[in-house]
């Protein structure tokens, strides 16, 4: 009888198929994080089950072939309340259930919180993800202290942001560029706007090919709350840090209004010392410098917008920026000239003083389509920067030794502008419940005016000193397209994509010493592979193809005449480089440690490499230059410890081994050598909401053909109490404690040799108070919509 059965059930199977419906949904966590590994049950009224799936990394889950008729549909994951819901499926249709809430299990999280804590490191598909609210460095400060607590990511004592110690990154902020990742602005964005920091060593098609080190996506928090809230953040600190920031939410059903204000008024202190030996062959002089500078920096943050929900199908949102600074820097140099027996041959002083402004603005806008089908999704994102900037520098000069006399004075003015277009759309088209096809298209058009002139003072006015004024015109146009497929077989996931970029630059100037037309067209191959062996043990394997364009400060021709003996100069001539990245990576979870050690590879061609040289008037410029070839290749390891509920210790080390090949005119850059860098940093979460906090960081020594960079150490602490019933924190910090965080480095030529001391921020102490109205511990105020840019 069951043969018959069995018989006919066959032969009925496609008539069956061709009739069943489909079921759908997403499912997201309660702060609007796809929650990825959820089971999802389809039940009839007799409690009997009739299908089961798993969602996606994206929240997506899909039943099919699912017969007409009521059902309840639940879902549960360890953690989270399990919650069902009535539906009903029709023949030939899809039924979609809309976007599913999991609620946290209060309960069940008070138990797990009495053995240990939620893992803040996590392995995606195509990224390594850092949880970093709850840690109490990342309550004060701003966002540049924050990402020196982020495995694998470094600050320089300068503020260059680097990824396992290459600078060439590109920084992002919930998925794009902005101008809070220009220059130093992100000193502007207070650490505690950040829910978590991405670092994407081998990013996926979707993102720009640009920053051959990878990216460092900065995701700040959102508000999911309704009604009215926000905080105040109050910040005092010595040197002189004063910080005014409040924020206001208002969110309804369909309306979410935004607004953040900042006001910072900041002082720095600096110290740079240089001793300089040329005619090491010859005659000997040696010349010794010192340079102390104090500068301060006023800065205002305005950032307003809002997202306004057409229906539950369609969002806009549009948000304005405006990031204006004005600074006024003060430095006194000092140089002694000697002979080789340390014979003061003759000295000078100069005093300096300059004075920017900069106003930074950003109209954005997007607009996002969520389809009936479950994670279909159209996104389009329109973005206007413009800027300006104009600084000016006097600089007086007196000659001290054998014979006071005062020299001429000498002025400097740079003004600039900049516009900036981008448009870009995209697509995530489900194929079926495993596999997913993404694509899209982007253009940006960037043009940019600076005008730069140099003057000293004689009897009659002021003269042009070494023909040092002109204007510079850069034009960057970039179009790109890209396609991207995923799926997931069991628990093998993978990700392929080819993105194509077209870029025409051209450079000009006023004076005619300059002038080119470049394109660069390149296809940028991307493949992700991971497996999952259970919830707790994943291994991660990837590869990118990547570009690293020059910056525009590397490219401008002009140069500030601050420094008597030296001097950096843009090279116009410069083109990009090229890098292939290999990486495999493995993350396993036990109940109190997480492992995550990773092995990379990486090639780069056409590398640029800083050049230092001696003109014939004795001047030393540096300038960077291309280079055939450069190879690293390393060993990077992070554990966190949590062995009891109030300790938490995350350590890390990283090394890795580099070799460069290329010349340039008479200098050889072939070298090769290795380096590692650590970093340890302990959390205690006391009794009475009191938390304390220490990082310590090294840097180990590494070089080039020309130069050696000594070891860097730092060390940062923390101080937290949270009171009022979570409403208020107050924060103490010292960043650069001792004053440690000192850059020593020599650099070596055929008839010199120059040492250098830099100190540019001296130890800093803060008082940090946070109040918030309406709001949780671990919310902030909503920022615009990201779409489908994070």
Known sequence: MKQIITFFIILSAPYILAQNGQ????????????????????????????????????????????????????????????????????????????TLILEPDAKLLQEVSLTGQHSSVSLKLDKKVFEVGKDVLSQSGAVTDLLNIVPSVSVSPGGEISLRGNSNVLVLIDGRRTGLTQGNALEQVPA????????????????????????????????????????????????????????????????????????????????????????LSETLVDLNRRQDENRHDDAKLLYFGADFKINDHNTITAAFMRNSTHDHDKTQLSYVYSDKNGVIDSSLSRSGESWEKRSYNQLEFNYTKIFAKAGKKLTVDMQYDFWDS???????????????????????????????????????????????????????????????????????????????????????????????????????????????????????????????????????????ISYRFNEKTTLQGSYSKRINRPRLGMIYPFNELTDLSSRYVGNPDLNPSYSNVFELAFLKNWKTITFNPSFYYQRNTGVMEDYTFRNTEGLFITMPVNISKETRHGFELSILYNPVKWLQVNTEFNVFHYAEQGSYKNQSFDYSGSTFTARISTQLKLKNKLAFQ??????????????????????????????????????????????????????????YEISQSNIPNAARYRLTLVYRFNQKDNQTVRQAKSGNRD
């Open 192 to 279: 505690d706007q950040v829910e978590r920091v991405e670092v994407i060593t081998n990013p996926s098609s979707r993102f720009d090919a640009a920053g051959s080190a990878g990216i460092i996506n900065i995701i700040l928090k959102k508000n999911k709350k309704g009604g009215f809230s926000g905080q105040l953040r109050l910040v005092g600190g010595i040197p002189n840090e004063t910080r005014i920031s409040p924020s206001l939410n208002y969110k309804s059903d369909r309306l979410n209004l935004f607004a953040t204000y900042g006001i910072r008024l900041s002082d720095y202190v600096g110290l740079y010392t240089m001793k300089q030996s040329t005619g």
């Open 23 to 98: 079921v759908t949904g997403i499912i997201h966590e309660k702060s609007g994080t796809p929650a990825a590994y959820v089971t999802v049950t389809l039940k009839e009224n007799s409690d009997q089950p009739i299908a089961a799936g798993i969602s996606d990394t994206k929240g997506v889950f899909r039943l099919e072939n699912i017969p007409a008729g009521n059902y309840t549909v639940g879902y549960s994951l360890a953690g989270f309340q399990t919650t069902s819901k009535l539906i009903q499926v029709k023949t030939n249709e899809v039924t979609n259930v809309g």
């Open 390 to 528: 104009d600084k000016d520098w006097n600089l007086s000069t007196h000659k001290v030794f054998p014979m006071e006399a005062a020299l001429p004075m000498i002025r400097t003015s740079s003004m600039g502008e900049s516009k900036d277009f981008m448009i870009k759309t995209d697509m995530v088209q489900p194929l079926d419940s495993t596999s997913t096809l993404e694509f899209g298209l982007k253009m940006e058009d960037r043009r940019v005016n600076s005008d730069f002139i140099a003057e000293q003072q004689n009897s009659t006015g002021w003269e042009i000193i070494d023909q040092i004024d002109n204007h510079l015109l850069y034009k960057e146009l970039i179009g790109s397209a890209y396609v991207q497929f995923s799926g997931k077989t069991g628990a093998f996931s993978y990700q392929g994509g080819l993105r194509g970029e077209l870029t025409h630059i051209g450079i000009e100037d006023r004076a005619g010493s300059y002038s080119a037309e470049k394109d660069y067209n390149r296809l940028f191959p991307t493949l992700n």
């Open 694 to 751: 220490t990082l310590y960081n090294f840097r180990g020594a590494n070089a080039t053909a020309q130069t050696r960079t000594d070891a860097l150490h730092s060390i940062d602490f923390g101080l937290s109490k949270t009171f009022l019933k979570d409403k208020a924190t107050l924060m103490f910090d010292v960043n650069n404690l001792f004053s440690l965080r000192k850059s020593n480095s020599r650099t070596i030529g055929s008839d």
